[in-house]
């Protein structure tokens, strides 16, 4: 019982930050490997695999075949099934995703509203509770006017099933629509039984602040979310937006520009070192397939040798071309 007493008196050891990587591989045997939390496929093609901890991301990518996606950490995980969610543990991580068909949950607000709601409540009987990250994939994400937008439904059904949950302030997220036959909205995220310390971008007015010509619900996300060891950052959805407003309409190259720009404001406000390299796993949304080889060269270019999944996606403001999201470690 000594080192039992000695670990509280001594606090919580920070947890060491997942791995995230993506490699070709089957996904069985990714999946067979020790500390494996999560796996993704990308697009129409992957692997269809019943272990609680694979996704099949519903988002097309520029690369074919697709790589895998694969989050790993120390030691034995555990993994289940809950309502409409799947989840998976172990060294103090959660992975949870959940996907709903939006005909049966009451279009983009009603699914959002019923997908949060189910993750929150999942969340709150865990000790991995303090969410870091989240992804949030749906169909046709600018389709509708206004503050009918499907983007903004979402906006407003996501606040309502976050409820209070939240009420520490939002975790990282991307938000990106998919163009697959099904609605189908396909959320997951990264939590962990410590506190994450979340990083906003001083170039950038907080999502949470945007003024009402963005909708009647503010995106509900932080810009980045240092992990609990301060060992990695969680980098959200990143685009060419200054201030509120999106910049260099039509423009593709000034929006990666821009984006670039954001991205190392971000890493400056987590009092990291500047740039990118081989252990950053990074996505880059590319709106029209045209502009994909263009964004490919472009990153290639400019953040040599950093691994870049090329995806094809909808940014949730019509003007903008491309959105990148990612992680570096520290
Ligand atoms: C932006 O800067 C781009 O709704 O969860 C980026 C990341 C964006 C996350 C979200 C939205 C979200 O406002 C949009």
Request: charged share 20%; with cysteine; net charge negative.
């Amino acid at each position: 019982m000594v080192q039992g007493f000695e670990k509280v008196i001594a606090g919580p050891e920070p947890r060491r930050a997942p791995l995230v990587s993506y490699r070709y591989a089957h996904p069985a045997a990714v999946l067979a490997e020790p500390g494996t939390l999560a796996v993704f496929g990308f697009g129409a093609g992957a692997t269809r695999n019943a272990d609680p901890r694979w996704l099949g991301v519903e988002l097309e990518c520029f690369d074919a075949p697709a790589p895998l996606e694969i989050w790993q950490v120390q030691g034995p995980v555990t993994h289940g099934r809950v309502g409409d969610l799947r989840w998976s543990a172990g060294d103090g991580w959660l992975f949870a995703a959940i996907e709903l068909d939006e005909r049966h949950h009451g279009g983009p607000n009603g699914t959002g509203a019923a997908a949060y709601a189910q993750l929150c409540e999942f969340l709150a009987t865990r000790r991995e509770r303090h969410v870091q990250r989240i992804w949030n994939y749906l169909a046709d994400i600018n389709q509708g006017d206004g503050d009918d937008e499907r983007y903004k439904q979402f906006c407003d059904g996501r606040a309502v099933g976050m409820g209070a949950f939240f009420a520490d302030g939002f975790p990282a997220a991307t938000a990106i629509g998919h163009h697959a036959a099904e609605p189908l909205q396909q959320i997951y995220l990264l939590a962990s039984d410590q506190r994450g310390t979340r990083v906003e971008n001083p170039r950038q007015v907080s999502a949470w602040r945007y003024p009402r010509q963005y909708g009647r619900t503010p995106p509900s996300f932080a810009r980045a979310m240092a992990l609990p060891a301060q060992d990695a950052l969680a980098i959200s959805g990143t685009a060419a937006v200054v201030g509120h407003a999106s910049a260099h309409q039509d423009d593709l190259v000034a929006q990666l520009e821009e984006t670039l720009t954001n991205l190392e404001a971000l890493l400056a406000s987590a009092g990291m070192n500047a740039g990118f390299d081989t252990q950053s796993p990074l996505k880059a949304y590319v709106r029209h397939p045209v502009d994909a080889s263009h964004v490919h060269d472009f990153l290639q270019l400019r953040l040599p040798g950093v691994p870049v999944l090329l995806l094809h996606g909808d940014i949730c403001r019509q003007e903008l071309l491309v959105e990148i999201d990612g992680w570096r470690y520290a």
